[in-house]
């Protein structure tokens, strides 16, 4: 009895770490009520409004439209906005979610493109690139006009 208890106590626990950090994605319909998303987003995440949220734990959310930053190396950037100018530093992944972005990054391991018609040109060695949006370059610096 003891030992199904504690499995039980167990299971729940693990289950309630599973869900902390995840928030829910809901957003409101003109009549005022909500409809539910059907993704949870880590709250890791940075604003979206944000130009250019810091680096933090090796993790960097870039959002903001139509902006030009530059952002020294971070482990992890996401690019969320769309219209950006962007110059970053070294990173291991780099994702380009928004559309219409030119970015260069001094170095990256693997780039992965999500949104569409963005122009990504690395410095050193060429990256590992997943196409799972359309129309989107990554090419080297020396490509760069």
Do not use: W
Request: hydrophobic share 30%; aromatic share 2%.
């Amino acid at each position: 009895m003891k030992k199904r208890i504690l499995i039980a106590a167990t299971a729940t626990a693990l289950a309630a770490l599973a869900l902390t950090g995840c928030t829910t994605n809901n957003t409101t319909t003109k009549s005022g009520t909500p409809s539910p998303s059907a993704s949870s987003t880590p709250s890791t995440k940075a604003d979206p409004a944000s130009v250019n949220s810091a680096c933090a734990d090796g993790v960097q959310s870039i959002g903001a439209s139509d902006k030009t930053t530059k952002a020294s190396g971070c482990d992890f950037v996401d690019v969320l906005g769309s219209g950006n100018t962007l110059t970053l530093g070294d990173s291991r992944e780099l994702t380009v979610e928004g559309s219409k972005n030119a970015i260069t990054v001094s170095a990256a391991t693997t780039i992965t493109t999500v949104g569409s018609d963005n122009t990504i040109y690395y410095d050193g060695d060429e990256p590992k690139h997943t196409e799972m949006g359309s129309g989107n370059k990554v090419l080297p610096i020396a490509q760069k006009h």
